[in-house]
Each structure stands twice: as C-alpha cells, then as structure tokens.
C-alpha cells in the first residue's frame, strides 16, 4: 500500500457493539452509514458487527480474509485487542473512535467523528508506529499501576459520549482514595543494565513520551521513537498530588518534582509482598503475575494515518 493509493481499497471493518459510545449510537442502519462513508472516501468497506465474546474470532476471520487494512471500530481497549493480533504483520490497523477517550485515534490525528474518520480512513496512508508488549498484551497509550486501576477495578465502568464527565469523576476518586492506598514497592530492572527500587503509589508507562502541552487529555511526542517513557509518582501528601494534577494540566511534568521520568527499552518489575500487579492497559484492567516483562516493540505495528499528518 502506497502514501497515495491509487487502486480502490477493500477494508475488512469490526465494530465491538459493546464499546464506550458505540452502544448509546447504535441504530440496525449505522453498518450501512459506514460503508456509505468509507463509499464516499473512495474504500469498499465490509462491516461485521461483534459483541466483546466474538470479537477475536471476527478479527481472525477478518484478517484470513486478505484485505487492504482490518479497520476496528471501538475504544482503546478494543484497538489493542486488535493491535495484539496484528502486531508484527504488514496488515494496517484503523480506528474508528467509537470509545470514550479514544486516546490512539487522537495520537494518530483522526478525526473523533467516526463518519469522518471513516472517510478520512479510505485515503489514508500506512505509517509504522511503536507498541509497548506488557507481558503478552498490546499496549498503545499508556500502562498503569497502582491506587488508579486498583480504584477502576472495583468501579462500574462508566460508557459514555462526555470524555470530561469521566474525567470528574475518576479525579473525584483519585483523591478520595489516595491516603488509604499502600505504596508499592517496586524493583525496576531496565533492559540497559541499571535498576531501580522506588515506593510509589502510582506509575505509568508510555511509548515515547507525554507531550508538555495544556490539556486534559494526553498526548504523546513522536509514535516512533524506540522507546518507553516511565512516569513515577512521588508524591507523598493530598497537596503534593494536586500539585502534580495541575503539572499535568499545564504541560509541566518535566519540572514537576514529585515526578520521577525514565526513559528505556524496557523493564522488568517486581513488587515486595506481591505475586501480581494490578494494571490498566489502555483501559482494559488485568492481574498479571510478577515479575512482569514491559518492552518496547519498535515500528511493531502498521496503522493508517491521515494524510498530510506528522510521520
């Protein structure tokens, strides 16, 4: 597939009818509407419907199908899912943003309408991008462990179209729980050779690196960079973290203090007095057992991205 593709593209695309926003928007006719889009983009698109179940099995057969691109329609948690599978292939991934923050469509600059990224999508060119492999998950936006996917485990997930609802609600929360949460205590091994013993309360790992700009919703530098950012949090008090939330706001966790940043290849953890971590990747939560593996995969995963965007 070439950056200015000039035969007509067949897109294989799975909508996961569960997803964030996907099941408030659903109506018997959106399949259609789809296709029109993609029709109109200039792409023949052959849309499957899937509940969270059958999934895997939709994408499978999508893949053995042979098309142009596998085109997911869902959240973050769906896309990785996707990425999993895909990872290593020369098949290109698509996103439909049909989640709540739906953070690697923003990454990739479509557009968050998922009529006019599936139009945008029929043109759109094939970039390599790095993923991060958590033992043997995709991750491609952010690893998390701590009081927070501790805290989100125990919640009802909230589905819904106001991304900044959410994030209320989960900042409420945050510091409801913060002081009864224990630290972690961590040994972090890093592929080059050094490691580390930190007490946090909070970590999060990131291909490539938070971007230091205003807003409430991350967005990284670079999707290609060959490596991992791992964010550590010390802070030690309410008024420290509501120091490090607005650092956070205001593009400023290079300066914050009470955040330590690691950049690697990757990591091995360990944790005193625990078998396993409790982890949020991509927004999906999982129990996985210690010690736990987090690499880079460089350029692992072919994805399409909007003409005229950053490579």
């Known amino acids: 597939m070439t950056d200015s593709p000039s035969k007509q593209r067949i897109f294989a695309v799975i909508l996961n009818r569960e997803s964030g926003t996907l099941r408030e928007q659903w109506h018997e006719g959106l399949p259609d509407e789809l296709v029109a889009a993609f029709a109109e983009g200039g792409a023949i698109a052959k849309v499957r419907p899937a509940a969270p179940p059958d999934l895997d099995e939709a994408l499978d057969e999508a893949i053995k199908s042979k098309p142009d691109a596998v085109i997911i329609g869902g959240g973050d948690g769906t896309v990785s899912n996707a990425a999993r599978k895909l990872a290593g292939t020369e098949m290109p991934l698509g996103i439909l943003p049909f989640g709540t923050f739906n953070l690697a469509a923003r990454d990739l600059e479509l557009p968050l309408d998922p009529m006019e990224a599936a139009r945008v999508l029929a043109s759109a060119v094939v970039r390599k991008i790095d993923m991060l492999e958590v033992a043997d998950q995709a991750c491609l936006c952010t690893s998390l462990i701590g009081f927070y996917p501790a805290l989100a485990k125990r919640e009802e997930e909230y589905h819904g179209t106001a991304w900044w609802k959410k994030s209320m609600r989960l900042a409420q929360q945050t510091?409801?729980?913060?002081?009864?949460?224990?630290?972690?205590?961590?040994?972090?091994?890093?592929?080059?050779?050094?490691?580390?013993?930190?007490?946090?309360?909070?970590?999060?790992?990131?291909?490539?690196?938070?971007?230091?700009?205003?807003?409430?919703?991350?967005?990284?530098?670079?999707?290609?960079?060959?490596?991992?950012?791992?964010?550590?949090?010390?802070?030690?008090?309410?008024?420290?973290?509501?120091?490090?939330?607005?650092?956070?706001?205001?593009?400023?966790?290079?300066?914050?203090?009470?955040?330590?940043?690691?950049?690697?290849?990757?990591?091995?953890?360990?944790?005193?007095?625990?078998?396993?971590?409790?982890?949020?990747?991509?927004?999906?939560?999982?129990?996985?057992?210690?010690?736990?593996?987090?690499?880079?995969?460089?350029?692992?995963?072919?994805?399409?991205?909007?003409?005229?965007?950053?490579?």
Request: net charge positive; glycine share 8%; aromatic share 6%.
């Open 175 to 311: 510091f409801q729980v913060w002081n009864r949460t224990p630290p972690l205590e961590l040994t972090i091994e890093m592929e080059e050779g050094t490691s580390l013993r930190r007490k946090t309360r909070f970590a999060a790992f990131v291909p490539g690196e938070y971007d230091d700009i205003f807003s409430v919703i991350p967005k990284r530098t670079g999707l290609n960079e060959g490596r991992m950012t791992l964010y550590l949090s010390h802070h030690r008090s309410l008024f420290s973290l509501s120091r490090g939330v607005l650092a956070y706001l205001l593009g400023q966790l290079k300066v914050e203090k009470d955040i330590e940043r690691v950049s690697t290849m990757g990591v091995t953890l360990g944790a005193r007095r625990r078998r396993e971590l409790c982890v949020m990747i991509d927004g999906e939560i999982l129990n996985l057992p210690l010690p736990l593996d987090i690499r880079v995969k460089p350029a692992a995963l072919a994805v399409l991205k909007p003409q005229g965007g950053e490579s």
